[in-house]
Antibody, heavy 123, light 108 residues
Framework: EVQLVESGGVVVQPGGSLRLSCAAS????????MHWVRQPPGKGLEWVSL????????YYADSVKGRFTISRDNSKNSLYLQMNSLRPEDTALYYC????????????????WGRGTLVTVSS | EKVMTQSPATLSVSPGERATLSCRAS??????LAWYQQKPGQAPRLLMY???TRATGIPGRFSGSGSGTEFTLTISSLQSEDFAVYYC??????????FGQGTKVEIK
């Protein structure tokens, strides 16, 4: 079955750190760039970060730049998001999403989403 | 950054009626636009890409149109399963990949 499954979301204090994981199955993981997208409770979608198929290129939203690090392990079909210096405004459901473009440096829309993992930043 | 603006915020429609959702880009995104559907408690699902191409498994009552800065998603005859929130997203210029704020389609 083609799917993405996120994990690692918990309640963390402001200033704390957290690592999210996303396990991919049912497709050739290392053919595709991967994204993290978040959704605060009751609000809309915000793109957070992208990593290229080979991990050589990464991009971040300004709101998380310098605090979050995206990475991947193609041997484990896994995507990660290291989150440091967490703030209350980082509270959200975090989705991993597969980019639709195969290989190369093309980055388009998101054609497969996980169900998300909830991160709550609160004292 | 290309800002995406959707209207209306909420659309009240009766089952069987047509729904028309709008998405406007602050600058041209050509046809590099996708639409997603999100039901309560679920992840977003890709509906449309390249402004007017239906994703795999999406029924024909969904159609997309537009180019440049003005886009429309039309649901020709609303079914009960279509009541949801719809987001547009541009992939013409990145980073960032940007979404509209969403349109909620509710039962009238």
């Amino acid at each position: 079955e083609v799917q993405l499954v996120e994990s690692g979301g918990v309640v963390v204090q402001p200033g704390g750190s957290l690592r999210l994981s996303c396990a991919a199955s049912g497709f050739t993981f290392d053919d595709y760039a991967m994204h993290w997208v978040r959704q605060p409770p009751g609000k809309g979608l915000e793109w957070v970060s992208l990593i290229s198929w080979d991990g050589d290129s990464t991009y971040y939203a300004d709101s998380v730049k310098g605090r979050f690090t995206i990475s991947r392990d193609n041997s484990k079909n896994s995507l990660y998001l290291q989150m440091n210096s967490l703030r209350p405004e980082d509270t959200a459901l975090y989705y991993c999403a597969k980019d639709s473009c195969s290989g190369g440096s093309c980055y388009w829309y998101f054609d497969l989403w996980g169900r998300g993992t909830l991160v709550t930043v609160s004292s | 950054e290309k800002v995406m603006t959707q209207s209306p915020a909420t659309l009240s429609v009766s089952p069987g009626e047509r729904a028309t959702l709008s998405c406007r880009a602050s600058q041209s995104v050509r046809t590099d636009l996708a639409w997603y559907q999100q039901k309560p408690g679920q992840a977003p699902r890709l509906l449309m890409y390249d402004a007017s191409t239906r994703a795999t498994g999406i029924p024909g009552r969904f159609s997309g149109s537009g180019s440049g800065t003005e886009f429309t998603l039309t649901i020709s005859s609303l079914q009960s399963e279509d009541f949801a929130v719809y987001y547009c997203q541009q992939y013409n210029d990145w980073p960032p990949w940007t979404f509209g704020q969403g349109t909620k389609v509710e039962i009238k």
